[in-house]
């Protein structure tokens, strides 16, 4: 039988959600798994209605100084391919073994 550690960063995460009771911890839980993993600066976290692929709840590792208005106009403003839409879009297929 394979341990948690032995699974990886996708092992961790859905270690994680299966104990999550909400978003905020699920956020929490998945933002501190892929920090063991991956070095970063801020992370963002957030959940897109499918219908509109429009963002519905997001959480932020820490105030970034910019607010949502910001995040907005750079998510439904110009194209950009590092919209979280954009990229949710092209993982659609993909599937992490979770």
Not at 11 to 18: L, Q
Not at 60 to 84: Q, V
Request: overall charge negative.
């Amino acid at each position: 039988m394979r341990t948690t550690t032995q699974r990886g960063l996708a092992g961790r995460i859905g270690d994680a959600a299966g104990r999550c009771r909400d978003l905020l911890a699920l956020a929490e839980a998945v933002c501190a798994a892929v920090s063991r993993e991956i070095s970063f600066s801020f992370g963002c976290f957030a959940t897109l209605d499918p219908a509109t692929g429009l963002i519905s709840w997001a959480h932020k590792t820490r105030p970034l100084g910019a607010g949502d208005e910001e995040f907005a106009a750079t998510e439904y403003g110009a194209a950009d391919i590092n919209s979280f839409t954009e990229i949710s879009q092209s993982l659609s297929g993909y599937s992490c073994g979770v």
